[in-house]
Structures are given as C-alpha cells and as structure tokens.
C-alpha cells in the first residue's frame, strides 16, 4: 500500500501561482496529478514517469509543470496564471509497478490521495 498526502492548495486570484505536493509513503514508479471540479468527471492534469517523461492536459499546457524528487518520493505540481476554470479538488495518483510513460487515464493509477482544494477567482 502506498498513501499519498496532498498540500498547497488554497484560494488564489486568477494570474497567481499555487505548487502543490503530493508526499508518498513509499517507493513510486509513475504518478499524477488529477483534478475534479463539482458535477464533472475526473480529469488528467499532469503525469511523470521514472524517466522524467511528462504528459500534460492541453488546458494546462505552458503553465503547469510537474516533478517529482524520487529520493524523497514527492510529487510536485507548478501552476502558475490560474484561471477560474482551474478551481477543482486536485488528486494525487500513483502505482509501484514498472511504467513507461506518463499517463493521464485515471484507470492507470492504483493509489490515490485524498486532495486538496484550488479555489481560483476572477
């Protein structure tokens, strides 16, 4: 089992910039970042792979960027000129078996945290 704890979420106003952490317990291979807005389906922000490998939503591309630090198992999402359609519950996802590839398919992640709000006003 692997928990995933989430930080820096938080109120912005639209332009700002907001890094979020996702902290796992253990040894991860691939993992993401997913966000969900109320009445909408869960959706791919950003994803890595152990090769450094990232995937991005169109949404957010060129200005959210994604890392991890695999000595101390945190993954991190940069997100800078929020916009009020970026307010959602962010999620962090990942898996421990060998992955190529950085995936925004929810179905592919095992594990998953309990997210923190990004709250975004115009």
């Known amino acids: 089992q692997v928990q995933l704890v989430e930080s820096g979420g938080g109120s912005v106003q639209a332009g700002g910039s907001l890094r979020l952490s996702c902290a796992a317990s253990t040894f991860t291979s691939c993992m993401g970042w997913f966000r969900q807005a109320p009445g909408k389906e869960r959706e791919g922000v950003a994803a890595?792979?152990?090769?450094?490998?990232?995937d991005f939503a169109d949404s957010v591309k060129g200005r959210f960027t994604v890392s991890k630090d695999n000595a101390k198992n945190i993954l991190y999402l940069q997100m800078n000129s929020l916009k009020s359609g970026d307010t959602a519950m962010y999620y962090c996802?990942?898996?421990?078996?060998?992955?190529?590839?950085?995936?925004?398919?929810?179905?592919?992640?095992?594990?998953w945290g309990q997210g923190t709000q990004v709250t975004v006003s115009s």
């Open positions: 890595v792979d152990p090769a450094g490998t990232t």
């Open positions: 996802a990942a898996i421990r078996l060998d992955c190529r590839g950085a995936s925004l398919t929810p179905g592919f992640y095992a594990f």
